[in-house]
């Protein structure tokens, strides 16, 4: 499903893209989003790293792939054949990130998106979208990559 295709008629909704990583729903501003490819479609560019997942060229870019499923510590729950790429234009850069699956776009209002109210929650997680029994773990995508950038300088310091 297209980003736009969303009905407009839902007044103050954002709309976000949901995925699958690891067991569990996830969203993300679907304005970010460029453009969804199978990991198998891409031509990869050099070799895989254990985060970033190697590099590769689509559309005359050059980008980094991302691997969530090692970055957020999960197993991946399918062969590299069946999982989706989602190509970001964040506020950086050009990236594609590596996921199980993508599954639509949905329209949360603000009454629909509770936030994480726990001790020591990163800031990335925007909060927790209900919706028909769904719920996704609403995810800040530029906030994740630049907290994610800051951890490996530091390692590299």
Same mark, same amino acid.
């Given at each position: 499903?297209?980003?736009?295709?969303?009905?407009?008629?839902?007044?103050?909704?954002?709309?976000?893209?949901?995925?699958?990583?690891?067991?569990?729903?996830?969203?993300?501003?679907?304005?970010?989003?460029?453009?969804?490819?199978?990991?198998?479609?891409?031509?990869?560019?050099?070799?895989?790293?254990?985060?970033?997942?190697?590099?590769?060229?689509?559309?005359?870019?050059?980008?980094?792939?991302?691997?969530?499923?090692? =970055?957020?510590?999960?197993?991946?729950? =399918?062969?590299?054949?069946?999982?989706?790429?989602?190509?970001?234009?964040?506020?950086?850069?050009?990236?594609?990130?590596?996921?199980?699956?993508?599954?639509?776009?949905?329209?949360?209002?603000?009454?629909?998106?509770?936030?994480?109210?726990?001790?020591?929650?990163?800031?990335?997680?925007?909060?927790?979208?209900?919706?028909?029994?769904?719920?996704?773990?609403?995810?800040?995508?530029?906030?994740?990559?630049?907290?994610?950038?800051?951890?490996?300088?530091?390692?590299?310091?």
């Amino acid at each position: 499903m297209h980003p736009d295709a969303v009905d407009p008629a839902v007044p103050g909704a954002r709309k976000f893209l949901s995925f699958g990583l690891g067991g569990l729903e996830y969203g993300l501003d679907a304005d970010r989003v460029r453009e969804l490819r199978p990991l198998t479609a891409l031509e990869r560019v050099s070799n895989e790293g254990q985060i970033v997942h190697g590099v590769a060229l689509a559309r005359g870019v050059i980008m980094p792939l991302v691997d969530m499923r090692v =970055a957020l510590g999960t197993r991946p729950s =399918a062969p590299d054949r069946l999982t989706d790429v989602i190509i970001l234009q964040l506020s950086s850069c050009v990236m594609g990130m590596v996921v199980d699956s993508v599954s639509d776009v949905v329209a949360l209002e603000a009454g629909q998106i509770s936030p994480i109210a726990q001790r020591g929650v990163p800031d990335y997680l925007m909060g927790l979208g209900q919706l028909e029994g769904r719920r996704l773990i609403l995810v800040d995508i530029d906030m994740l990559m630049s907290v994610r950038r800051a951890e490996g300088a530091r390692r590299a310091a």
